[in-house]
Structures are given as C-alpha cells and as structure tokens.
T-cell receptor, first 109, second 114 residues
Framework: GQNIDQPTEMTATEGAIVQINCTYQ??????LFWYQQHAGEAPTFLSY??LDGLEEKGRFSSFLSRSKGYSYLLLKELQMKDSASYLC??????????WGAGTKLIIKP | DAMVIQNPRYQVTQFGKPVTLSCSQT?????MYWYQQKSSQAPKLLFH???????NEADTPDNFQSRRPNTSFCFLDIRSPGLGDAAMYLC?????????????FGPGTRLLVL
C-alpha cells in the first residue's frame, strides 16, 4: 500500500527552529509537496521538491532524499502565526496525490 | 483576484436529506478536485475533472456524485448524508493536472449532519 508518515504533533518556541519530517512509501515518485493548513481553513502551497536537495524559500526550507523516501520542512525564526498543520503529499507513478495526515505544530511564546 | 470560491462555508443538513455543495473558480484552470477531510486526517480525494472528463476514485461511495456544468463551476451532491459524512469538503483546482502543479484550494465547506 501507499503510506505517508509524519509526526502527529510537535511543539516549538517562538523564534526557534523546527524540522518536520515526512517519510513515504509510494508506487513511484513524481514529486513531493508541503502544504500549510490553519485550523478550519484550506491548505495553502508551501513548496515542491522533485530533485534531491534543499530548496530554500525565506524562513521555510524543504529537503528531499528520494533514495531514502524522506523529506523535511524546516521552519526558522518561528512566529505565532506559524501555528498550523503541515501536510506532506507525494505524487505517485499514476500522478495521484497521496496525502499525509499532517503534523500539528504548536508555537509557544 | 483570481480564486477558488466555495459556498456555503458552513452547511447543516439532516440525516438522509440531500445536500449540494458548490465551488467556482476564476483561475481558468482545467482540473477541479473535490476532497473530503475529517478532523486531523489527510484530505481524501473523491473526484476530479479534467475539463469535463470525470474521474471517480475507486473507493468514493455511491452516495457522492459530482457535476461540472462548465469550466468555472463544480458541484458535489450527497444524496443521503449519514453521520459519517460530516467533514470539511475542499474544492481545489490545478491548471492542467501535471505533477509539478500546485493545487489551489477554496476555503472549504464544513458539513454538519444532524
């Protein structure tokens, strides 16, 4: 079967750095997305990785290792507004988007 | 601003009473998706359309149907809602459904079944 694993919940302090991991087992791979979802709202796009390595975009960076079936989302200089769920989603060989259940990130002052 | 719009934001229905959720987009995207998302779970794809070409996911219950009368609008019909259908329903679009394309989501409709 196809599977995306992410921690259910993480807690971090305002101003700190947090890394949210995602591991996947899918039938093929055509890219990996990270989306941010605030409570009761729709997911919004953060990043897309299809090649190995680190993609940096402001305070957010996303890393991919295809050989390990692993990605992480790195959030720097955390702000209270970063409290949200972060969803990892993988495109499989059929171009279907397979979603993880998301990691709920709680930021404390 | 180009966007994906869903109405209503909150919908209350009675057990077994048909309900229709609507989605419109001004992005002129070819692909539209309907997802069901329950609390703390991953979004579950119900249907998607490439233009008017309808694609039903294998495990989508027959109780759910969809219509896309034109490029801009898409509807989700729940024929006989059960308590287990209470969820957030998300509409999304993408330009051509290619792997690297971002999906743009509407704000969602939260369905409550009494």
């Amino acid at each position: 079967g196809q599977n995306i694993d992410q921690p259910t919940e993480m807690t971090a302090t305002e101003g700190a750095i947090v890394q949210i991991n995602c591991t996947y087992q899918t039938s093929g791979f055509n890219g990996l997305f990270w989306y941010q979802q605030h409570a009761g709202e729709a997911p919004t796009f953060l990043s897309y990785n299809v090649l190995d390595g680190l993609e940096e975009k402001g305070r957010f960076s996303s890393f991919l290792s295809r050989s390990k079936g692993y990605s992480y989302l790195l959030l720097k200089e955390l702000q209270m507004k970063d409290s949200a769920s972060y969803l990892c989603a993988v495109i499989d060989s059929n171009y279907q988007l397979i979603w993880g259940a998301g990691t709920k990130l709680i930021i404390k002052p | 601003d180009a966007m994906v719009i869903q109405n209503p934001r909150y919908q209350v229905t009675q057990f077994g009473k048909p309900v229709t959720l609507s989605c419109s987009q001004t992005l002129n995207h070819n692909v539209m998706y309907w997802y069901q998302q329950k609390s703390s779970q991953a979004p579950k794809l119900l249907f998607h359309y490439y233009d008017k070409d309808f694609n039903n996911e294998a495990d989508t219950p027959d109780n759910f149907q969809s219509r896309r009368p034109n490029t801009s609008f898409c509807f989700l019909d729940i024929r006989s809602p059960g308590l287990g259908d209470a969820a957030m329903y998300l509409c999304a679009t993408s330009r051509d459904g290619q792997a690297e394309e971002t999906q743009y989501f509407g704000p969602g409709t939260r369905l409550l079944v009494l």
